[in-house]
């Protein structure tokens, strides 16, 4: 079983920079691959980035691509996601997932385990 706690959101303005983390608990943190989702009011939840148990392959949705970068300290049980050059569109609320294998996964069903989710929010 796997806790996580994801921190970091807020209101921020168009071109601004937020960093969203998430804390494991439980088992092996290195053990996961993780990633990071979205879901903005009445949208479905959608794949943002992910990286596999090492840190060494990330991947990152096209419409972040260049702006957002995943990242994890394996050391300290932690997931990032730095969001720069934030656009209106990037509200949503954003969810910290687990994946029990190793390899870096990019579809919701291929995750084990969900964090509660931080809001963010990006006026124009």
């Known amino acids: 079983q796997v806790q996580l706690v994801e921190s970091g959101g807020g209101l921020v303005q168009a071109g601004g920079s937020l960093r969203l983390s998430c804390a494991a608990s439980?088992?092996?943190?290195?053990?996961?691959?993780m990633g990071w989702f979205r879901q903005a009011p009445g949208k479905d939840r959608e794949f943002v980035a992910a990286?596999?148990?090492?840190?060494?392959?990330?991947s990152h949705a096209d419409s972040v691509k260049g702006r957002f970068t995943i990242s994890r300290d394996n050391a300290k049980n932690t997931v990032y996601l730095q969001m720069n050059s934030l656009k209106p569109e990037d509200t949503a609320v954003y969810y910290c997932a687990a994946d029990s294998r190793r390899s870096i996964a990019t579809r919701l069903y291929e995750y084990d385990y969900w964090g509660q989710g931080t809001r963010v929010t990006v006026s124009s």
């Open positions: 990286i596999n148990w090492s840190g060494g392959t990330t």
């Open positions: 439980g088992r092996t943190f290195s053990s996961y691959a």
